[in-house]
């Protein structure tokens, strides 16, 4: 970032990572806040609880703890004193909670999968807690994930560092929490909220440090699984997801993917991510506030422009999602308001691509529909031409709201080719299927100009231009701010606001 850039800048900026949760027990060595940058992050911290709680079962090395008839009573709380725990030598050792079971590391106490073990705790049990372990060298299979594996209700995983993992860190269940974890170095995901046949309500993501998961690179491996990030999110209902530091992740930062709803993402750092920071797909009523996106999008933006291709990639990519006021939520938009962009490839993307809609061979959501449409519903001819399903068998960008933010980018970006700094609202040109009936430039239309998607009071520095309708039409921002776009009212470029 230019020198310019950062002086105007520095007056403005707040830690954006809440990095302060105190963890219950949890005896750290360095503080877990600074003034611009997190001290190191949960990563830099030691975890462990000093010492058993009265009525503790004290786990030693060596023990068995897949024996779950001696390990297990319900309610019960084990230690694990310090040193390096080991699960039977077979794939398949695994710890398997019951209800209420609380596991507590000691400083020290690491719990090792030896590249052996698939899963570390599994079954469906409810509140279970795990609380200050190293959990490393685990096996998971793609998809699978090694602390939840089975999306058991009402978990606590809270100042652990799990890394070092194939697979995902963790899956979810309805009501976990996530607190203050270091997640690192998975071959997949650091969280992975799945469940398979269902969703799930209701998920804290709070403090932790995500960073450098997909070691595996399966977005290589298998070109548009959509199957990495540092967190993905599938049809969770209402998410919490604040104050962590999400950075280094090779792919995604934060991704939602396919009816999530009801997302609170504030006051994180998300930075140098390969991929977009946050990619919200498929997906409603979102509030995004008061968190910094740097340098996300370079490894993606720079490959593509090298190729030639001209679409937007952006620190913050919207596809397919927009606010819906018929699903309960704490908001009935996307409101994106109040964050710092600085460094980007480029900024926010609303896009929708005309041909994805429910029953199209053009949705790589297979099998899923929009969360507004009856599974008695047939989104297909000649029915979806006629309301209500013409508007509810697709998913809209609609009712996004971006406002009060500060947009940064730094004019001499490597690799930028005229393919940077750039924000955007557009859809590709209709063509199939036949039946289809947003053909042609329907959904284009609509986007830029019918679904009350705005942009307002921001604040830009650097040489920002903008795409509407389509990815061939650039903008100067005096045009983004004319008609027949007007967008940007009273947003300032440079030192000037223009109302």
Not at 74 to 84: H, I, K, M, Q
Not at 165 to 193: E, F, H, K, P
Not at 214 to 242: S, Y
Not at 295 to 304: D, F
Request: aromatic letters at 8%; proline letters at 5%; hydrophobic letters at 35%.
């Amino acid at each position: 970032m230019s020198s310019g850039i950062a002086s105007r800048s520095a007056g403005r900026r707040t830690l954006c990572v809440a990095l302060s949760v105190l963890l219950l027990q949890v005896a750290v060595e360095s503080p877990a806040v600074a003034s611009e940058e997190p001290a190191g992050g949960v990563c830099g911290t030691a975890v462990g609880v000093p010492s058993p709680p009265e009525g503790a079962q004290v786990i030693q090395p060596g023990t068995d703890l897949t024996d779950r008839t001696r390990f297990s009573p319900p309610g019960s709380t084990f230690w694990l004193a310090p040193g390096t725990h080991m699960l039977t030598a077979d794939q398949f050792g695994q710890v398997m909670p019951k209800d209420g079971n609380v596991y507590l590391g000691a400083p020290g106490a690491v719990l090792d999968g030896r590249r052996i073990n698939r899963a570390a705790f599994t079954t469906s049990a409810k509140d279970v807690v795990i609380r200050g372990l190293t959990i490393r060298g685990f096996v998971a299979e793609r998809d699978q994930g090694v602390v939840n594996h089975d999306s058991g209700d009402g978990w606590t995983i809270e100042g652990n560092v799990i890394e070092d993992n194939d697979g995902a860190a963790m899956m979810t269940g309805t009501g976990q929490r996530v607190i203050g974890n270091c997640l690192r170095n998975n071959g997949q995901y650091g969280i992975n909220a799945y469940r398979f046949g269902s969703g799930m309500t209701g998920l804290v993501i709070e403090g932790n440090e995500i960073t450098g998961n997909n070691t595996g690179d399966w977005e290589t491996k298998l070109p548009g699984c959509g199957c990495t990030g540092g967190a993905k999110f599938w049809a969770v209902n209402g998410a919490d997801i604040v104050g962590n530091w999400v950075h280094h992740n090779h792919g995604v930062g934060l991704w939602a993917d396919t009816n999530n709803n009801d997302f609170l993402i504030q006051d994180n750092l998300i930075e140098d991510n390969a991929s977009e920071g946050l990619f919200y797909e498929i997906s409603y009523n979102l509030e995004l506030i008061g968190n910094t996106f740097r340098r996300n999008a370079l490894v993606q933006g720079r490959t593509r422009a090298a190729k030639g291709d001209t679409f937007p990639v952006a620190a913050v990519y919207l596809s397919e999602s927009g606010g819906e006021p018929r699903l309960p939520a704490r908001t009935s938009q996307i409101d994106i308001r109040g964050n710092l962009f600085s460094d980007n490839w480029s900024g926010i993307t609303l896009w929708e691509n005309a041909d994805r809609f429910c029953n199209s061979p053009a949705n790589t959501s297979t099998l899923s529909c929009t969360a507004l449409v009856s599974p008695t519903s047939t989104c297909s001819d000649p029915g979806i031409a006629t309301e209500p399903l013409y508007s509810d068998c697709r998913w809209k960008t609609q009712r996004v709201l971006v406002h009060e933010n500060t947009f940064e980018v730094d004019s001499a970006l490597e690799g930028c080719l005229d393919r940077c700094g750039r924000m955007a609202v557009l859809s590709n040109y209709g063509t199939f299927p036949a039946w289809s009936p947003y053909r042609g430039t329907v959904i284009s239309e609509a986007i830029t100009f019918r679904q009350e998607n705005r942009w307002y009071d921001n604040q830009y520095y650097g040489p920002w231009t903008f795409v509407a309708q389509d990815a061939s039409k650039r903008l100067t921002p005096a045009q983004w701010q004319a008609e027949p776009y007007r967008q940007d009212v009273c947003s300032g470029f440079g030192e000037s606001v223009t109302c």
